[in-house]
């Protein structure tokens, strides 16, 4: 083999013109992700990144846009009851799925429709 692909450096979604302040709400405060500066060149196209850990969400925007109701990244979360008590007090909807052994999981959508995944390996 010649490449070794080594890690994801981000997941891109995409959302609507005009969904930067959403995004921070959504990713930034209620999530927790830091925001990242977007290079000069990129911040006209509009959309916002995130960063946590070593990884990066970029929300970019998509016209026309059309968010993605299968696909979805899955974020590995400690404490996920917490996470659960914190979207509720938010009234954000979320679904527990329990057909993944050794797994407590969650599906929600973000402010623009996207599916996202959060699980704590049990």
């Known amino acids: 083999m010649l490449f070794t ?3 994801i450096d981000h997941v891109q979604l995409a959302a609507p013109k005009g ?19 977007k290079p000069e060149e990129l911040k006209k196209r509009g ?3 995130f960063e946590f850990g070593t990884f990066q969400i970029h929300i ?14 899955a974020f590995v979360v400690e404490n996920i009851e917490e996470l659960k008590t914190l979207l ?4 954000i909807v979320f ?7 050794g797994a407590s999981r969650i599906h929600l959508h973000d402010p623009f429709g996207n599916r996202l995944e959060f699980l704590e390996w049990i």
Do not use: Q
């Open 60 to 73: 970019g925007v998509e016209e026309p846009f059309s968010p993605a109701k299968k696909a979805h990244p």
């Open 88 to 91: 509720s007090k938010k009234n």
């Open 5 to 7: 692909i080594k890690k």
């Open 19 to 37: 969904c930067e302040e959403a995004a921070r709400e959504f990713f930034g405060e209620t999530l927790g992700l830091t925001e990242v500066e």
């Open 47 to 49: 959309g916002v990144w």
């Open 95 to 101: 679904a527990a799925d329990e057909n993944l052994p």
